[in-house]
């Protein structure tokens, strides 16, 4: 069985530069989450798909990170303008349904550096 | 509002010996934990969950964790410490559904290192 699949993996700009992540899930999961990871932290929620709706956003900077789901699979979070201290690990991840007790598949990550 | 905690940073383990990895947590009802491990440039991988049941739960790679409901724990224990469990590792805890949306919130991970 294939897992999570992001890219890019690793990726460097200039802060007030857009920058965008994409992730691909495992085939079927319907549930979909990006977390944003700072060095010697937690990962943190940004962002929860259901098929191809919201779920939960609330910790989502909205002024300047977006997110879609195209036809409840593929995923893409953007960020536009960065500042420096979105420097940070991306994680998607996916579960096999909705429920809270299901485990998550995580893929490897995009490290986003700003400078 | 829910809460882990993983009071130790790093934790060091002669190959061998037994380890333990801990975690507590704060949540107002009955939690889900998680334990997922991270290995350097990698995403994270689940190793075990505690749903309900037996208080003892095995995972993968030889772990198991303990549930303890009255010390509000769920500490994560092998038998006998490899020198490639040395990685980081997280705690995770997630209510059921109680009429609206539970995210699941992650602790601030202790990194595990194996001494030969």
């Known amino acids: 069985e294939a897992g999570v699949a992001q890219s890019p993996r690793y990726k460097i700009i200039e802060k007030r530069q857009s920058v965008a992540f994409w992730c691909n899930p495992i085939?079927?999961?319907?549930?979909l989450y990006w977390y944003q990871q700072i060095l010697g932290q937690g990962p943190k929620l940004l962002i929860q798909?259901?098929?191809?709706?919201?779920?939960?956003d609330s910790q989502l900077p909205k002024d300047r990170f977006s997110a879609e789901r195209l036809k409840g699979v593929d995923s893409t979070l953007k960020i536009q303008p960065a500042k420096l201290e979105d420097s940070a690990v991306y994680l998607c991840?996916?579960?096999?349904?909705?429920?809270?007790?299901?485990?998550?598949?995580f893929g490897p990550g995009t490290r986003l550096t700003v400078l | 509002a829910q809460s882990v905690a993983q009071p130790e940073d790093q934790v060091n383990v002669a190959e061998g010996n037994p380890l333990t990895v801990k975690c507590t947590y704060s949540?107002?009802?009955?939690?889900?934990l998680f334990w997922y491990v991270q290995y350097p440039n990698r995403g994270l991988q689940f190793l075990l969950k505690?749903?309900?049941?037996?208080?003892l739960v095995k995972g993968s790679y030889g772990f198991e964790a303990e549930f303890n409901k009255s010390q509000t724990s769920f500490h994560l224990k092998k038998p006998s410490a490899l020198v490639s469990d040395s990685a980081l590792y997280f705690c995770a805890v997630r209510l059921p559904y109680s009429g609206g949306y539970q995210k699941v919130t992650f602790g601030t991970g202790t990194k595990l290192q194996v001494i030969p």
């Open positions: 798909f259901q098929n191809n709706g919201v779920v939960d």
């Open positions: 085939s079927g999961h319907a549930t």
């Open positions: 949540v107002s009802g009955n939690p889900y």
């Open positions: 505690y749903i309900t049941g037996d208080n």
């Open positions: 991840a996916s579960s096999d349904g909705t429920g809270p007790y299901n485990e998550q598949f």
